[in-house]
Every structure is written in C-alpha cells, then in structure tokens.
C-alpha cells in the first residue's frame, strides 16, 4: 500500500510540472498577437510609428506587401539597405501605381538590395521581419495611413510569423519560392 502511495505521489509530482509548462506556454503566448485601431483623432500615427519601429529594428531581411511605396517609406526603405539588410517587395504592377508613385517604385527598383516583384493584386499592407509581422489594410503611405481609420494585427507568435512567411512565399514567383 505504501508502494502505490509513493507511485501516486510520483505521478502526481509529474503532473503538476507538466501543467505547469503548459500554463508557462499560454502564459508566453499572450500578447503574441494584438489588435489596435489606428487612425482618427485619439491615433493618427500609431500605425506609422509601429511601422518605422519595425523598419529600423530589422536585423535580417524586411519583407513588405503593399499596393504602393511614398517617398518617406522609400527614404527609411533605403537607410535599411545602408545597414546592409535585404528587402524584398511585393507591390502591383508599374502600370497599376497611381503616377505620383512610379518615381518612387522607379528608385526602389534601382537601390541595391531591394528587390521588387509586381502582383496586381495586392490590396493590403504587410510588413514584416524574422521577430514581428504588421498586417493592415492600406498601402505604406505616411499620409493616408494618418488619415484612414484601420485595424492593425500585429504579431511575433514565431508560428504565426511562419505561416505568414509561408503565405507571402505563396505570392512569389514560383523559382523563388523556399523549398
């Protein structure tokens, strides 16, 4: 009877620390992903700043979704490249860029590297990095992202960054797609 008691009291032991790691892991998953509004007269650059944060703070490689680039995106975009951070783009085609965006899309196009590939159907705005992921509707311009009232997702859950990844992967020519 002492032997089961011990067995018990083992087993248990061992159930407690395993509730505990799960407790720990729901623990560290809360505020991995938040949701914000920006825009209006209570936060009309909350989305702008969030976005210069994660600009500058890149280490690795930047990837950005966005219908069009304005000249202050294109500016920070460009002191990323400085550092020597790589920055891939999705955006729509040439043609489908208002005109006052084309001079901007002509020299992002030309700055070592940032890459662009066209897809006419981008229509929301994603930034992110190997830590943090910005997803919003709207285009990365300063101006209208003042003006627009929008949700903001932010995330650095690292499996929802993968799938995100995994997700603008998708958008990408098929011969640079990760294997």
Not at 26 to 52: A, R, Y
Not at 74 to 83: R, V, Y
Not at 154 to 168: D, G, H, M, T
């Amino acid at each position: 009877m002492s032997d089961r008691i011990i067995e018990l009291r083992t087993e248990n032991s061992r159930l407690k620390k395993e509730v505990q790691n799960l407790e720990n892991k729901i623990l560290s998953l809360v505020g991995m992903i938040s949701l914000k509004s920006s825009g209006g007269s209570e936060g009309k650059n909350i989305l702008n700043e969030q976005l210069i944060n994660l600009i500058t703070s890149t280490k690795q490689q930047l990837n950005v979704v966005s219908p069009k680039i304005d000249r202050f995106y294109a500016n920070e975009l460009k002191k990323l490249t400085q550092k020597g951070i790589p920055i891939l783009i999705i955006t729509n085609d040439r043609g489908g860029i208002p005109k006052e965006f084309q001079e901007v899309y002509d020299n992002l196009k030309a700055i070592s590297g940032v890459k662009i590939i066209n897809n006419p159907n981008v229509r929301y705005l994603l930034v992110f990095n190997s830590e943090e992921a910005i997803y919003s509707g709207g285009a990365l311009v300063k101006e209208e992202l003042e003006k627009s009232i929008l949700i903001i997702t932010s995330i650095r859950e690292a499996a929802k960054l993968r799938k995100i990844a995994s997700i603008f992967s998708m958008m990408l020519p098929s011969f640079m797609r990760g294997k």
